[in-house]
C-alpha cells in the first residue's frame, strides 16, 4: 500500500512559479514510478509528467514539456513537481499517482493523492 498526500498547490498569476510535492507513505515508494496528472473542469484526466523508479529519466506532456521539472528523492518519498512560466490553461487540480508501469495511462496507476488545486490567474 502507498498512501499519497499533495501540497504546494496556490493562486499565482501568469508567468509564475510553483513547486508540488507529494509525500508517500508506505515501504514500497522506491518500487513504482510516480507520474502527475492534472484534471480542470468538465475535461478529463491528463497526464503531465513521469519518473521512472530511480528517478533517471522523465518524461513529460508536450504541453509542459520545457516548462515543468518532475523529480524524486527517494530518501524522503517524496516527488516533485516544479513548475514555471504558468499558463492560465495549467489550471486545475493536480494530482500525484504510483504505480509499476510507468506510462500516461491514469489506468495504469493504482495509487492516487487526493489533489491540490493550482490557479493561474490572466
Known amino acids: 500500500q502507498v498512501q499519497l498526500v499533495e501540497s504546494g498547490g496556490g493562486l499565482v498569476q501568469a508567468g509564475a512559479s510553483l513547486r508540488l510535492s507529494c509525500a508517500a507513505s508506505g515501504r514500497t515508494f522506491n518500487s513504482n514510478a510516480m507520474a502527475w496528472f492534472r484534471q480542470a473542469p468538465g475535461k478529463e484526466r491528463e497526464f503531465v509528467a513521469v519518473i521512472t523508479r530511480s528517478g533517471d529519466r522523465q518524461y513529460y506532456a508536450d504541453s509542459v514539456k520545457g516548462r515543468f521539472t518532475i523529480s524524486r528523492d527517494n530518501a524522503k518519498n517524496t516527488v516533485y513537481l516544479q513548475m514555471n512560466s504558468l499558463k492560465p490553461e495549467d489550471t486545475a487540480v493536480y494530482y500525484c499517482?504510483?504505480?509499476?508501469?510507468?506510462?500516461?495511462?491514469?489506468?495504469?496507476?493504482?495509487?492516487w493523492g487526493q489533489g491540490t488545486q493550482v490557479t493561474v490567474s490572466s
Open positions: 499517482a504510483a504505480g509499476s508501469v510507468r506510462n500516461s495511462d491514469p489506468r495504469s496507476y493504482n495509487y
